[in-house]
């Protein structure tokens, strides 16, 4: 099972390189540069992807969850925008619920772990 992931590694890379050159993602990264946070423009939603961290466990990505997705969240509730993500497994994907309210798991990800979702907040705007 693990071989048949690391073939689709080249892809994901590929997959990550389009995005980028695309103009329609964001990477951001910690203060200390140890953990990086994607955010990609897909139709109806904005992605929350290529999160990773240098020294995983320590509390690099959480801290970077705390400073971006308040942010992000304002931003996609403004605009009406859905967040999309896919946890590597149950256990992330419940941590990553607690930390972003409305966030729900809808399933199961590919190439594996689970699919999680949010719908923006209706967000009243005062109208002239």
Do not use: C
């Amino acid at each position: 099972m693990l071989a048949g992931y690391a073939l689709l590694y080249p892809f994901a890379i590929m997959e990550q390189t389009v995005r980028l050159r695309s103009g329609s993602s964001r990477y951001y990264f910690s203060p200390a540069r140890t953990a990086v946070l994607g955010v990609s423009a897909t139709k109806g939603a904005w992605l929350i992807s290529a999160h990773a961290s240098a020294d995983p466990g320590h509390g690099e990505g959480a801290a970077l969850r705390a400073l971006l997705l308040p942010v992000i969240v304002t931003a996609a509730d403004e605009g009406g925008v859905a967040i999309v993500a896919t946890a590597a497994n149950r256990t992330l994907a419940r941590r990553y619920m607690a930390e972003l309210p409305g966030l729900r798991d809808v399933g199961r990800g590919f190439p594996r772990g689970r699919r999680l979702r949010r719908e923006p907040a209706w967000v009243h705007r005062d109208r002239p």
